[in-house]
């Protein structure tokens, strides 16, 4: 049994019309790679965009995560840990 092998032609989809660059003139094929082109660009660039979201919110997130715990670990009224420890090792 042998497969057969199927070319998909590229084809677009523009307002509706699917347009295979078999059924265009030769001016027209040059075009219609570069608009190919063009729109794996737009898809890539969509990706990359999500993608720098996602990287900005991690970012953000472990900004604001280290802050607040340099918050919860500052010392009371902008008092020393040192100078607190010294009081209690005199006393």
Same mark, same amino acid.
């Given at each position: ?70 918050? &919860? ?5 902008? &008092?020393? &840990?040192?100078?607190? &420890? ?6």
């Amino acid at each position: 049994m042998t497969e057969e092998t199927v070319e998909q032609k590229p084809s677009l989809t523009i307002d509706g019309v699917q347009i295979s660059v078999d059924d265009l003139p030769e001016k027209a094929k040059p075009i219609f790679g570069r608009l190919v082109r063009v729109i794996s660009k737009e898809i890539n660039a969509s990706l990359d965009l999500e993608e720098y979201r996602a990287s900005k919110l991690h970012y953000e997130n472990l900004i604001k995560a280290i802050y607040n715990e340099s918050k &919860e670990t500052a010392p009371i009224n902008g &008092e020393d &840990e040192s100078v607190l &420890e010294s009081d209690e090792d005199s006393e």
